[in-house]
């Protein structure tokens, strides 16, 4: 593909997101920044979240790890549908009943102040390390199409892609995001089954033709039931329910987009409709994934070496250049879908958690602090970007379920416990607790093994890591008074 081609879709896409902006920001202040004054439209939000939900990641990795894994990431989907309910039906009407803008504002209530920190600042640090590893893939896949011809170096790729993304962000905040996420999920969509339609013309099958040949090849095998293997049915089911529940449902990213709803009712609507897309899509993802080693093996091409290029590879390389472009559209929308929000998450949480910036009066004050905020998290993202360059060895997708499995875990004990207890804990110890968790789940996964009869840990090591946390702050509670108990 032609470089300078790319580069031109890149501006217009850009130019689009620019223009909705300007149109959504007009009046905005930090509020709006923070939660829309509450008054988008769910099913807005519903589709929106499609996108940020996916993120590049999905586009390319989950269609690379079929020739490996078929389709039994579809059994983590499943679980989906589980962590989703409880989110729909539990999570959120204690976050409305609340009031909250920062969602770990419960732990504060629930628990008290180092319950608190502990909470936001694993979130900070999940969705920071997270987002980041999304937004590295993208940005490998736009050096190989283009910026490596150009001579542009890695880094300085990085450094615009995150520029535009904060442009457009800055000043409206979530209250723009919604609507650009809303249009960069249909640009994503339309990619995919645009991409289907071009494979199956390129191996001369309709449509129909080439959903058969996935059905008839071994690709398309969902279950395991080798309870050893780490793609065992119920590992999946479970892990996907409780990536489901700490991915959305305990984080802020999520979660902001469904606190913007009007009221409970809707924001449950949301989450109704957002979960049964969700299925579809992901299940549309995989039978890519097998279409596109189905149109290798067809063509004789050589697969990757590694999973994440697959997709990629053949596109720029190997389709017709209306793939490519139809490629390229699809990965930007997914990425500046997922990466726009959690900047503006990431934001949203340091402000009120950290800095307490609702303790100003002044609305230029609270506009200079959201500002620099943004900014710094604009820089850190840029760091860490660049330290998965260096270090990233996984297929990507691994690498953050992996990663978010001991993030996540001490978020997932705290609001369990939280929520299925009537205790008080010894605050001051929660911080010591959320650290010593992931660090005995590492051991366990490392050595599991040797130690449980050839048993190896999937995504299944988030609950281990939650459990430890739930153990642990057990071990530091005793029962609460009456009086406490109304507020637990």
Not at 52 to 67: D, K, R, Y
Request: aromatic share 16%.
């Amino acid at each position: 593909m032609n470089p300078y081609v790319i580069l031109g879709i890149i501006a217009f896409y850009f130019l689009i997101l620019v223009v909705i902006a300007q149109f959504t920001s007009k009046a905005a202040d930090t509020q709006s920044f923070f939660n829309a004054n509450r008054g988008n439209k769910w099913y807005l939000v519903a589709f929106g979240m499609i996108g940020t939900s996916l993120s590049g990641v999905t586009f390319i990795s989950v269609p690379g790890q079929v020739g490996a894994q078929a389709f039994t990431y579809f059994q983590v989907v499943i679980g989906y549908v589980l962590g989703y309910a409880i989110i729909g039906l539990v999570l959120m009407p204690l976050y409305y009943k609340l009031n909250l803008v920062s969602i770990y504002g419960y732990l504060e209530q629930r628990f008290g102040f180092w319950s608190y920190k502990t909470g936001a600042a694993f979130f900070l640090i999940s969705r920071s390390i997270g987002s980041a590893a999304r937004f590295f893939l993208v940005v490998g896949v736009l050096q190989l199409a283009i910026f490596d011809a150009l001579g542009v170096p890695f880094a300085l790729t990085s450094t615009i892609a995150l520029l535009l993304i904060w442009i457009y962000t800055y000043k409206g905040g979530i209250k723009t995001i919604v609507y650009t996420d809303t249009l960069q999920t249909f640009f994503m969509l339309a990619s995919v089954v645009i991409s289907f339609y071009l494979i199956a013309t390129e191996l001369d099958l309709s449509t129909f033709a080439l959903f058969d040949k996935i059905q008839d090849s071994e690709a398309s095998t969902i279950f395991n039931w080798d309870w050893t293997s780490k793609t065992y049915f119920w590992k999946q089911f479970f892990a996907g329910a409780s990536i489901a529940v700490v991915m959305t449902g305990l984080d802020q990213d999520l979660m902001q987009k469904n606190l913007t709803c009007r009221n409970l009712q809707e924001a449950q609507k949301n989450m109704f409709w957002f979960t049964i897309t969700l299925v579809i899509v992901n299940f549309l993802f995989l039978s890519l994934g097998a279409a596109l080693y189905i149109y290798a093996a067809d063509k004789g091409i050589a697969i990757p070496a590694k999973a994440d290029d697959l997709f990629p590879v053949l596109a720029i390389q190997h389709f017709s250049p209306i793939a490519g472009v139809v490629f390229i559209l699809g990965i930007i929308a997914a990425t500046y879908a997922s990466t726009d929000s959690a900047l503006t998450a990431l934001t949203t949480s340091f402000c009120i958690d950290f800095l307490n910036i609702n303790q100003y009066e002044k609305e230029s004050q609270k506009e200079k602090i959201k500002t620099y905020t943004h900014l710094g998290f604009t820089l850190l993202m840029l760091v860490i970007v660049l330290l998965f360059k260096v270090f990233n060895t996984d297929a990507l997708i691994t690498t953050i379920f992996k990663l978010a499995g001991y993030t996540y875990g001490p978020l997932l004990g705290l609001f369990a416990f939280g929520m299925t207890t009537k205790r008080k804990i010894k605050d001051v110890a929660v911080p010591f607790i959320a650290i010593v968790s992931p660090v005995i789940s590492y051991v366990l996964a490392v050595n599991s093994a040797e130690w449980f009869a050839g048993y190896q840990f999937g995504f299944e090591l988030l609950l281990i890591n939650g459990l430890f946390t739930y153990i642990g702050l057990w071990a530091v509670s005793s029962k609460i008074n009456s009086k406490e108990a109304a507020i637990a």
